[in-house]
């Protein structure tokens, strides 16, 4: 695989990631460095960029849904706002962190900053134990 695919699959693995898809981008983060450690800087863009969308994904998933009630475990997610969303990489926590976050109408752009910025964070983390 040439280095520019290896770089799409890399994408679309951690843009499914991040949804509410079953998924995991970590083993392709590790093909790609493995294959290509000078793209490193590149990987990590891709995987955050990718991974930051999927998650506004489930925030946009999360806003168009109706309102009704309040429910006590998502007004807690108001309480930290949307800096709680550096953890929206955590496995199941963070899908649902994202869904809520949108539930709230919480700031759509400090939200993808915040996002990012915790996806960083950890394939950063990854790409260190890696190369």
Known sequence: MSETASLW????????????????????????????????WAALLVATIGNTLGGMVSFG????LPQTQQLKHVEKLRRYGTPALLLAWVPLLGDALCL??????????Q?????????????????LAIV
């Not at 998933?61 to 168009?64: Q, V």
């Open 111 to 127: 939200a993808a900053l915040f996002m990012a910025a915790g996806k960083f964070a950890r394939y950063w983390v990854i790409a």
């Open 9 to 40: 699959s890399l994408f679309f693995s951690s843009f499914l990631a991040a949804t509410l898809l079953p998924g995991g981008s970590e083993a392709v983060l590790f093909g790609v460095l493995k294959g290509y450690p000078e793209t490193l």
């Open 61 to 64: 998933m999360g806003w168009l």
């Open 100 to 109: 809520a976050a949108g539930w709230l109408r919480l700031n759509p752009w």
